[in-house]
């Protein structure tokens, strides 16, 4: 995710991700499932911890260096959609059984939009709507995502850093400045191994385990 992004994701769910300040756009959810309170306090909660954990305050508690994000993304090739392959557990994606994906595009206004979704645990789709934005001088390797509005205003925006990406961006590796939230996401529903075993390395290169890393099950 929304990583995907997720997220965090859910990018940002999976994927769930964070172009220039723009207008906020409403939290909404696809008409096939109404918004559920729990979502939005989920959602809420997210933004509320990665707004708060600011990354030095986080590099400074642990002794190491926040993670380093790949030189620069072409935003235009990172639309579309990536599968949730793999996440750290996190309570904004609990509700989720599988099939989580995230979907980046542009609005007509060239803004980016992020759209997470999952199959939920009472087995209807979940979809949350989502904007993105890009944080000045990371050749748009470090975005930020907002998932909540409140009358019209984004208070809160999640970290959203691209850890790494496959050359031909058939692959991505999301993570945080705090490392508490993480996202292996692909094009396509499943990796082969060997791609899983490069991500794994892009994982302790950036300081994580790839033990805390559940895999999403897909094509549920």
């Known amino acids: 995710m929304r990583p995907l992004i997720a997220a965090a994701n859910r990018h940002g769910r999976t994927g769930y991700a964070p172009v220039t300040q723009h207008p906020v756009a409403s939290l909404r959810h696809s008409p096939a499932c109404p918004m559920t309170k729990a979502l939005l306090t989920a959602a809420t909660l997210f933004v509320v911890i990665a707004a708060s954990l600011p990354a030095a305050a986080t590099a400074g508690k642990d002794q190491r260096p926040v993670p380093q994000t790949v030189a620069s993304v072409d935003l235009n090739r990172y639309l579309g959609t990536w599968y949730e392959i793999a996440s750290i557990p996190n309570r904004f994606q609990r509700h989720c059984r599988g099939n989580t ?17 999952c199959l939920a645990n009472n087995g209807e789709v979940d979809a949350a709507e989502g904007v993105a ?13 907002s998932f909540v509005s409140i009358l019209g205003w984004r208070l809160f925006w999640g970290d959203y850093w691209i850890l790494d990406l496959a050359p031909d961006y058939s692959y991505a590796f999301v993570g945080t400045p705090n490392r508490r939230y993480g996202w292996l996401l692909s094009r396509t529903p499943t990796i082969n191994p060997a791609v899983r075993d490069k991500l794994n390395d892009s994982l302790r290169a950036s300081g994580y385990a790839p033990a805390e890393f559940r895999d999403t099950p897909q094509g549920l």
């Open 101 to 117: 994906t995230a979907e980046y595009r542009r609005d007509r206004a060239g803004r980016l939009e992020v759209i997470n979704s």
């Open 133 to 145: 934005r890009v944080v000045d001088g990371s050749g748009n390797a470090k975005l930020e995502v």
